[in-house]
């Protein structure tokens, strides 16, 4: 998916952003009814509706290989008088399909959609060499890659953070420990809004148990 190459009917009021790599558009739908986001992605791309922890659905495209190939997240939707409206996602071919309800009835007047869009979940990857042989692995999360957080789409999250790496990296610094740290962090969504830190020294645990307040993902605080 090429940015801007979300495309929408009406056209759309979008600007780039983090560095080529997202976007952010605006858009009024006339009749709701016709509210389709038209991905424009090759054949081998597969479209998918996911939901997060809190049962928000977001769009995510992935290609043959299951590589990230970009997502789409709504922001908010509302009416001409403000009144906030939930939209409901679908896919049909390469067209995402939006309905809006107002509580449980289906919304028949424009539409206004604030929504973004990215080709990664993570800007870029580095590794931290502390004393010795210490170590963290970074990552700096998108804003779709802060949005795109829950367990059923962790395994891609981890695909993609290796590449962003680099293989290099990924072959010296990724082991265990540093995946179940970073996995706590895409699912547990501690630290959402920063940079995921993975050190090296941490004990090495399942992610689930240093998902909490205490642990935050690094359970020594050293």
């Known amino acids: 998916m090429k940015l801007p190459d979300v495309i929408a009917d009406p056209e759309l009021d979008a600007s780039v952003t983090e560095e080529g790599t997202s976007a952010e558009f605006t858009t009024t739908f006339a009749n709701p009814d016709e509210a389709v986001f038209e991905t424009g992605t090759d054949d081998d791309v597969d479209i998918e509706v996911v939901k997060n922890d809190e049962g928000e659905q977001s769009v995510v495209l992935t290609n043959s290989k299951g590589d990230l190939v970009g997502g789409i997240a709504i922001e908010e939707a509302h009416t001409a008088d403000g009144n906030q409206v939930s939209p409901e996602l679908s896919i049909e071919g390469s067209r995402v399909i939006q309905t809006f309800k107002d509580k449980q009835n289906n919304v028949d007047e424009p539409v206004t959609v ?13 590794v931290t060499k502390k004393s010795g042989k210490k170590y963290i692995v970074n990552v700096d999360p998108t804003k779709l890659g802060r949005k795109q957080i829950a367990w059923n789409t962790h395994k891609t999250h981890v695909k993609h ?15 265990y420990n540093i995946e179940q740290q970073f996995v706590c962090h895409v699912v547990g969504a501690w630290f959402p809004s920063g940079v995921y830190n993975m050190e090296s020294w941490q004990p090495s645990l399942a992610w689930g148990k240093i ?4 642990d935050r993902c690094n359970r020594s605080k050293k």
């Open 161 to 175: 953070a290796k590449k962003v790496l680099g293989a290099a990296n990924t072959k010296k610094y990724w082991n």
């Open 211 to 214: 998902a909490n307040p205490v």
């Open 114 to 126: 604030k929504a973004y869009a990215s080709t990664v979940w993570y800007k870029r990857g580095w």
